[in-house]
């Protein structure tokens, strides 16, 4: 094995400058390295897909968040799947199926400090497929989830709304939505994934903001009003949901994608007092806070997989670490249709 | 009495149009009308004192709300207390001091029908006086206490910070805070407003928003950042409070004054994904939700009014009826110091 590693070459993608809106050719840049054979308790892992989010525009801008941004220069960071091609950790062998936040490079070296703060753990692809592990089981899963279960209490009978709903989290929301006795209705763009996610998924209803009106799609759609909103995308949609709430009702603040590539300021929801009329709760939710409940979650998701109440779509985009910067555009272009995962290697 | 009371006139004001930015004189109509003996099961009040509060100026407009606007020609709604001076109801007698709605006028005739519905009820001036009860022990002193308390769940050792500090909701805001054992920072209009809230109420800081930057207040009075901010005025405060809070903190959405009188639309909280960042939570109250419960919540406040631990201001104009347009606009411009109080006749 060692003599195979040593051979191998690592293509990388570093942030070169933080991006002015959308980011460019001119934020990335490629790098190559020799891999290395890990040092003693390391493993070393073979990047086989990426998951690519909204949250990643956020990491490529200074300033604090819930993590710190990625430094210029580092390589970019990414969540995904892998394989374990060389290991000098007792708990992993060469073959296993690991997921973490590898970055978007083919081979991610992990020293033996990040292995012991559980940076990457085995995975079982008789629960889900590869992608499936980075879609339904894995972050956007977990956060539809958690901000769902949690943030929202969903109560039998309610009407839930979400948007992005074509997305790796909406599909999630509303497909547990359904489950817990909801309505449940998506606000996405186009009519292929509002189709899909009422026919495959078994939405009560999509709204296409693309081509209609969300407030008479919301007036047709939810004749009780609405008692949770998982908002995705933030902006104008944001704001007209807040004009349909009704009392008591939850609205779960999970991203603001309409506005990620803004060189204005972000739009606050000017129909905020409607929090008050209706003594509703505008709340934010971090996945990474309900980690030590993955596997339960993971466990459940992974049922309703196998039992057919849930179904899950990955877009899958071939070319690895030299087509990541146009295919994380696509997120922001609204041109992905379901989980948005970069191919890295054959699985 | 019957004699009596014929001769009575009762002055009014009432809504004669909609305001577009702030009240004038066009919008108000006074009126008289005699004053007629109360029908079986009614009570006739005469008013003693008006309660002038921010929520008024959105009453005048049209559209849902948590409660209907006034209409055009009606008595504009105002909370307040006043006298007995007729009764033909078992539960009511001559001279009983008593806490409703009675409106801008001198009197209130409150038929069987609303008396039923518990429009008024008897108040002990052993417990404060008549303008204490529209104050601490009255609906601004239950929105703070309630908001805080319910909405807020104050820990001790947390830092609560409160606008419109030296206002009706916020001087009881700040004392329940620091009784629940919280450092407590105001953010009040001009030194004398400061200077009482921290020397007369207790609050550990207070920071004038017309002379001074309240970034930088916030920073040198909360060290450990904000658990949380009850909001009272929205606008350029809020979003300047939301850069500042911590981990799972609570924004509590009580008013906004600083909107009110906006010709243009409310200005929505743009760093509102300060949510999303802190898993934080921005929510509602209406303080009609917890009507219930007003009775232990004033026995609590007449205690500390009672043992020392709590004041209270009011600014009380003399006036009655006519002067109310005037006093109205005093809170807009935030001249008035302490709860604003509007005399209608001797206690």
Not at 250 to 266: D, E, M
Request: aromatic share 6%; proline share 5%; with cysteine.
């Amino acid at each position: 094995m060692t003599a195979t590693l040593t051979t191998l070459v690592n293509h990388q993608a570093r942030l070169a400058a933080r991006p002015v809106g959308m980011a460019t050719a001119a934020n990335w840049q490629f790098t190559e390295e020799a891999v290395a054979e890990p040092a003693e308790g390391g493993v070393l892992v073979k990047v086989l897909a990426l998951s690519l989010d909204p949250a990643m525009r956020g990491w490529m801008n200074e300033g604090k968040s819930y993590i710190p941004p990625v430094a210029i220069g580092e390589v970019m960071r990414a969540g995904g799947i892998g394989r374990v091609v060389a290991s000098k950790h007792p708990d992993f062998a060469v073959g296993d199926t690991v997921s973490g936040t590898p970055g978007v490079q083919e081979y991610w070296s992990v020293p033996a400090a990040q292995v012991a703060r559980s940076s990457l753990s085995k995975i079982d692809l008789a629960l889900g497929s590869v992608t499936q592990w980075l879609n339904v089981l894995g972050m956007p899963g977990m956060t539809g989830y958690f901000g769902l279960m949690d943030v929202g209490q969903p109560q039998p009978g309610e009407t839930v709304v979400v948007s992005g709903a074509a997305g790796a989290v909406g599909q999630t929301v509303g497909q547990i939505a359904k489950i817990s006795g909801c309505r449940v209705v998506g606000i996405a763009g186009g009519a292929a994934k509002c189709d899909w996610v009422v026919r495959e998924l078994g939405f009560d209803a999509c709204i296409d903001y693309k081509t209609g009106s969300v407030r008479e799609g919301l007036k047709q759609h939810c004749p009780k009003g609405v008692d949770i909103y998982f908002d995705n995308v933030g902006g104008e949609i944001l704001d007209t949901v807040l004009t349909r709430i009704n009392l008591k009702a939850r609205i779960i603040i999970c991203g603001a994608i309409s506005q990620y590539n803004n060189t204005t300021p972000v739009a606050g929801p000017k129909n905020y007092l409607s929090l008050l009329v209706n003594r509703a709760r505008m709340e934010g939710i971090v996945v990474f806070d309900y980690a030590q409940r993955y596997p339960l979650a993971i466990a459940e998701m992974a049922a309703y997989l196998k039992d057919g109440r849930m179904k899950s779509k990955e877009d899958i985009v071939p070319g690895g670490v030299a087509a990541f910067p146009d295919t994380l555009n696509k997120l922001f272009s609204g041109e992905n249709f379901g989980k948005l995962v970069l191919q890295v290697a054959e699985a």
